[in-house]
């Protein structure tokens, strides 16, 4: 069992910055591959990026792909999504999750874990 506590979420303007965190507590940070997703208004749950166990692999969703960075520390049982260049379409709840399985997933369904959600809203 994993507990996960995203923050970091805001408001900022387009083209700003922010940068988000997820604290797990819990089971060995380092044995699960961690994910971001987010849910803006009226739209399903969609995948933004994924980190393997030891943070050497990453993967990334094609709209955020060269904005956004995802990064882990497993020594402070933390992810990180840092945000850049952001757009009004990056307004959503984000939510970190981990899984268990080896390998990472760009799929909800791939994840056992989630945490409860930040907001995170850009003004035009």
């Known amino acids: 069992q994993v507990q996960l506590v995203e923050s970091g979420g805001g408001l900022v303007q387009a083209g700003g910055s922010l940068s988000l965190s997820c604290a797990a507590s819990g089971r060995t940070f380092s044995s699960y591959a961690m994910g971001w997703f987010r849910q803006g208004p009226g739209k399903e749950r969609e995948f933004v990026a994924a980190?393997?166990?030891?943070?050497?692999?990453?993967y990334y969703a094609d709209s955020v792909k060269g904005r956004f960075a995802i990064s882990r520390d497993n020594a402070k049982n933390t992810a990180y999504l840092q945000m850049n260049s952001l757009k009004p379409e990056d307004t959503a709840i984000y939510y970190c999750a981990a899984r268990i399985a080896n390998g990472s997933s760009r799929s909800a369904l791939g994840y056992d874990y989630w945490g409860q959600g930040t907001q995170v809203t850009v003004s035009s």
């Open positions: 980190v393997s166990r030891s943070g050497t692999i990453t």
